[in-house]
């Protein structure tokens, strides 16, 4: 991930809550893990281990889940382990350890699929057109889109901070949390 | 010090990444003109005004664009921020006050097609830049995404990151914790109300907002000041003490335990976090935990409450204790 951007890497398989770290290595399969490839399949596994949508944003998993699985559920208990240290109060907080991933195997347009674009506000002046020319697509498809507050001597946690607080404020806009 | 360990000292300023083709680039950091090792600098404090370099981190550019040799700078540990802005495919180099005279001539079309980027840039020179360039981002705004978006910004981007900057330098080191970040952006709210702009957060005082309220004011806006009392009541934080204890074989924890733990039992607002006025190196959650097992004799607390023990370093959950988390459905 390069300093500019807080966007999210691609994966390609559904390999639901990965604990990437720093770097992410696409030839490493996490497939032990795998939900069934559709939306429910999410609903019932963020239920199980968030209790609701707000948690799974905060990354907060449900307390004592893990005494409730058996001894040989070690796959379970191994990624209960795991989406901890997205909790609050863990020593390095990761949010990517407890995220859903979701692949497609082919390219996806943004409209309809697309809710929200967060980019730095730098992105919608424009010295040549070129980004007035972006904003208008965006537009055009119905894509809202957020800005953030790119400085050269800001640290990337920050803008992670600011982007993570403007998704939380729109899901709550739009009644999903 | 890098990040690694590694001494850097001296480095120059060899190139710079764009996020697009005008505004503030990232300056990037090398030992020699040809280097193939970079690092970005990091600012103390993070994110501010004539801030100084702190450090150098190994980073790896994906697009780097060198700098000409003229253009490069020698720098160093403690010395100005340097900055690197384009515009109109120049490459402006130096520290904020050098590009911004050197962009004398044509900062005027730079305020018709970036005025956010020239903002920014001037925020550098000045903590306090002058109101048109403020209000012009604004009309610019309005004009071309609409009143809202220019609304948007002005309260969630602009106003916010001053009050957020503003919190940071009264913290000092404690605002970079991650539990305290988290806190201050969830419980920062600055909401417009006709011509007042209401900003929310608990540990508002007026002192430490007022280069805040004096630019806001400048701007032909009303700030109000609603400090929010959000503490975690001692009640819930005993019950949250007991909650450590009940998760440790024979429902037994250290006061440090308890401390460190309790936090993934109870949301800990931002004045919990905050640093106890009477000890300093503790948190006021952790010094109100240290109060809760040490407040023995107090009418209502646990020990008398028959719901633990003391065990002369932390306590010991009793049956009564298990018993009144099952009716609390804990």
Do not use: C
Not at chain 1, 61 to 78: F, K, M, N, T, Y
Not at chain 2, 19 to 33: K, V
Not at chain 2, 228 to 238: A, G, H, P, Q, Y
Request: proline share 5%.
């Amino acid at each position: 991930m390069d300093r500019h951007s807080t966007a999210t890497h691609s994966t390609q398989e559904l390999q639901p809550p990965a604990a990437t770290g720093d770097t992410v290595d696409p030839h490493v399969y996490l497939d032990d893990y795998e939900l069934d490839p559709n939306l429910p399949a999410a609903q019932r596994h963020i239920a199980w281990a968030f209790g609701d949508n707000r948690e799974y944003l905060r990354g907060d998993l449900i307390l004592g889940l893990i005494g409730g699985l058996h001894a040989w559920q070690s796959v379970g208990q191994s990624w209960l382990t795991i989406a901890g240290l997205a909790a609050t109060g863990s020593n390095r907080p990761d949010k990517r350890a407890s995220a859903i991933e979701v692949a497609y195997s082919k390219h996806l347009p943004l409209k309809g699929h697309a809710r929200l674009m967060i980019f730095p506000q730098q992105l919608i002046e424009d010295d040549r057109g070129k980004n007035s020319a972006f904003i208008e697509d965006l537009t055009k498809q119905g894509l809202l889109w957020q800005t953030y507050d790119w400085r050269p001597n800001e640290t990337p946690d920050r803008f992670m901070d600011e982007v993570t607080e403007t998704v939380r404020r729109s899901l709550e806009n739009a009644g999903q949390l | 010090m890098s990040e690694h360990g590694e001494l850097v000292g001296r480095l120059h300023l060899i190139g710079y990444e764009t996020l697009t083709d005008h505004g503030l680039a990232l300056p990037i950091f090398g030992q020699s003109r040809g280097a193939n090792v970079f690092y970005t600098a990091r600012s103390t404090p993070p994110g501010e005004a004539n801030v100084q370099i702190a450090g150098f981190d190994h980073y790896d550019p994906d697009r780097l664009i060198r700098l000409p040799l003229e253009q490069i700078r020698e720098t160093g540990l403690g010395e100005p921020w340097l900055d690197v802005f384009l515009w109109a495919g120049t490459v402006n180099v130096g520290t904020a006050p050098e590009i911004w005279n050197a962009l004398a001539e044509v900062r005027e079309r730079i305020a018709k097609h970036a005025p956010l980027s020239l903002l920014a840039l001037a925020e550098g020179v000045d903590p306090v830049p002058d109101l048109q360039i403020f209000q012009s981002a604004f009309s610019w705004l309005t004009t071309r995404y609409g009143r809202q978006k220019a609304e948007e910004w002005r309260n969630d981007i602009y106003l916010r990151g001053m009050v957020l900057k503003s919190v940071r330098r009264e913290l000092g080191a404690y605002a970079e914790k991650a539990d305290v970040r988290r806190a201050l952006q969830k419980e920062l709210k600055v909401r417009q109300d006709g011509h007042k702009i209401v900003i929310e957060l608990p540990l508002l005082n007026l002192e430490g907002l007022g280069s805040f309220v004096g630019r806001a004011v400048g701007r032909g806006l009303e700030p109000e000041l609603a400090k929010v009392d959000n503490r975690t009541s001692e009640n819930v934080m005993r019950i949250a003490a007991l909650q450590v204890a009940a998760s440790k074989p024979h429902g037994r924890a250290t006061t440090t335990e308890i401390k460190n733990e309790i936090n993934q039992y109870v949301s800990l607002t931002l004045q919990d976090l905050l640093p106890s006025k009477t000890r300093p190196n503790e948190a006021m959650y952790q010094q109100i935990v240290g109060n809760i097992v040490s407040h023995r004799t107090s009418r209502n607390s646990i020990f008398a409450m028959g719901w633990a023990t003391y065990t002369g370093d932390g306590i010991q959950i009793t049956k009564a204790g298990l018993q009144y988390l099952k009716t609390l459905s804990l």
